[in-house]
């Protein structure tokens, strides 16, 4: 009984189907097949928790550029 529960043939197909799925799915939600060209090349030896960081910092930093409206307060009356 044990043996047709953890069927490695079972087992298989199953994961090769979940597999096919979810391939399905990406390839459905992908709208072009186009590499964004302002990318760095992937670089396997650098440490992840740096590369989170310059990417977060890159994103502040390209936040700051923009103009805020509301970063100039309008001075009110004193009565």
């Given at each position: 009984?044990?043996?047709?529960?953890?069927?490695?043939?079972?087992?298989?197909?199953?994961?090769?189907?979940?597999?096919?799925s979810?391939?399905?799915?990406?390839?459905?939600r992908?709208?072009?097949?186009d590499y964004?060209?302002?990318?760095?090349?992937?670089d396997?030896?650098?440490?992840?928790?740096?590369?989170?960081?310059?990417?977060?910092?890159?994103?502040?930093?390209?936040?700051?550029?923009r103009?805020?409206?509301?970063?100039?307060l309008k001075?009110?009356?004193?009565?």
């Amino acid at each position: 009984m044990i043996n047709t529960t953890f069927s490695p043939d079972r087992v298989f197909v199953s994961m090769v189907d979940r597999f096919e799925s979810s391939l399905d799915l990406i390839w459905y939600r992908a709208d072009n097949n186009d590499y964004p060209s302002n990318e760095k090349p992937f670089d396997e030896h650098k440490d992840p928790q740096e590369a989170l960081a310059e990417e977060s910092i890159n994103l502040e930093i390209a936040k700051a550029a923009r103009s805020r409206e509301l970063d100039e307060l309008k001075k009110t009356k004193a009565s």
